[in-house]
């Protein structure tokens, strides 16, 4: 349920025209992957409603050797706020409710409820605290908790600021988008998504999920310690509902998406005010950047669970990746996907570990990885001054502010590196938009 916005994130891709799909190559990429303990995780890629490829690595379940398929489901995290914007879009198409109407309206003492819209949930400029950044989150997270439980919670939450004031992303707003569907239609949120998207695109795998059951075709997650996959904190999902309680597969993702965009789901003046970006988010929905090309979607994290959907309107291709156990970095695999099949250059990664040369410990220069957002940042001198890069995204300029202290004003982005006690550099934070992500430095 977490994620990150520096420059958008995610893609690059350099052509329009793309020479035919090579499957053999993704086939050894996953192969590679699943050899070296890097991921293990389901795949699906779709244009204008055929299947291009599909396939899945790894287990969904470890210690019963149960291996993953392609009909395996994921815990898809964040991915569930699309399908709650979408259901919240019918509903004012309905006139059961409207943009404008405020939270007041259902739950009056949840702070500064009378000025938050419908509207400013959405798309993430309410100010409601995110409840799951709090540490005592932590503490909680694997209990079931009922709504009043959670209304309790988030009523004795401070706003972190005023509604509409500028975005900045919270669950508690998607939480409470999950309730107010329950409380218009009187029926439970699993039942409209069933009702309102799964009947209409033909989804059989993707409903709210209950305690993960292996034997069932679901997967559990897992995180990578001591050159081994442990089992990874559980969440209840009682707690995520409406922001990440959704299972499914790759392949019905994909289905969902390009009903979406095929204007199945709302009608297109709700579709183009859902895509409305304004401070990073849309409504439900995450715009990616291309050289030149746009895509849409989301990403999504939950317990060692990583995910992404995305759509090239441009080419009517949608990419969706679900995984239970990750060592890499998804957005690394998702460029990857996308490089084997727009035809570009592609050479299969070597896992060789490597460690930091004695001269490189102290300088900034280097790779610094955040493992469980899957994300890696290049540092880099350019005479002299320095510069980041995100994997497969536009290097942008660093102002420094003093020694371990650099700024990207335009993006708003403030970057701290860290020392250890010998003076060697070891990490950086990297804050924008009210996050503060720490990334370690790699060999």
């Known amino acids: 349920m977490k994620k990150i916005c520096i420059a958008s994130l995610l893609f690059l891709l350099n052509q329009s025209a793309f020479a035919q799909f090579d499957t053999t190559k993704l086939n050894q990429l996953l192969q590679n992957y699943e050899t070296n303990n890097k991921a293990m995780m389901s795949i699906a890629i779709t244009s204008k409603g055929k299947e291009l490829y599909k396939q899945a690595i790894g287990y969904s379940d470890v210690e019963k050797s149960i291996k993953a398929t392609t009909e395996t489901t994921y815990h898809i995290g964040s991915i569930t706020k699309m399908f709650t914007a979408v259901i919240m879009f019918q509903l004012i198409e309905e006139q059961k409710i409207s943009l404008q109407t405020k939270l007041s309206k259902f739950y009056p003492k949840l702070p500064n409820s009378e000025k938050i819209s419908i509207a400013h949930m959405l798309n993430h400029h309410s100010g409601l605290h995110n409840f799951v950044n709090d540490s005592a989150y932590l503490s909680y997270m694997s209990r079931p908790h009922t709504k009043?439980?959670?209304?309790?919670?988030?009523?004795?939450?401070?706003?972190?600021?005023?509604?509409?004031?500028k975005g900045q992303y919270s669950n508690t707003n998607y939480v409470l988008l999950g309730y107010i569907i329950e409380e218009l239609c009187g029926t439970s949120y699993n039942e409209q998504l069933q009702n309102r998207i799964g009947k209409k695109v033909g989804l059989q795998k993707t409903s709210i999920s209950?305690?993960?059951?292996?034997?069932?075709?679901?997967?559990?997650?897992y995180e990578f310690h001591n050159n081994e996959w442990q089992l990874a904190n559980q969440t209840d999902m009682s707690i995520p509902g409406g922001a990440g309680a959704i299972i499914s597969t790759p392949t019905e993702l994909c289905k969902f998406i390009?009903?979406?965009?095929?204007?199945?789901?709302?009608?297109?003046?709700?579709?183009?005010?859902?895509?409305?970006?304004?401070?990073?988010?849309?409504?439900?929905?995450?715009?990616?950047?291309?050289?030149?090309?746009?895509?849409?979607?989301h990403n999504g994290g939950l317990d060692g669970f990583q995910s992404m959907l995305i759509y090239i309107p441009e080419d009517s291709v949608s990419l969706a990746i679900t995984g239970n156990a990750w060592n890499y970095q998804l957005n690394n695999v998702a460029i990857a996907a996308l490089n084997i099949y727009y035809g570009k250059p592609f050479v299969q990664p070597e896992f060789s570990k490597k460690p930091i040369p004695e001269s490189n410990k102290k300088t900034l220069e280097g790779n610094y990885m955040n493992e469980s957002l899957g994300m890696k940042i290049t540092i880099r001198k350019v005479g002299e001054n320095y510069e980041a890069q995100a994997t497969g995204q536009n290097a942008f300029p660093l102002e420094k502010v003093n020694e371990l202290e650099y700024e990207f004003t335009a993006g708003g982005v403030k970057i701290i590196f860290k020392k250890d006690n010998e003076g060697n550099i070891i990490s950086f934070n990297l804050q924008q938009a009210g996050q503060d992500i720490r990334f370690n430095k790699q060999g």
Not at 210 to 221: D, V
């Open 258 to 297: 390009e009903a979406l965009f095929m204007g199945k789901l709302m009608h297109d003046s709700s579709f183009q005010l859902m895509r409305t970006i304004d401070d990073y988010y849309g409504s439900g929905i995450l715009q990616f950047p291309y050289e030149r090309k746009k895509a849409y979607g």
């Open 210 to 221: 209950g305690p993960i059951n292996s034997l069932n075709h679901e997967a559990i997650s």
């Open 148 to 165: 009043k439980e959670l209304l309790d919670l988030f009523a004795n939450q401070e706003s972190d600021f005023e509604p509409g004031s």
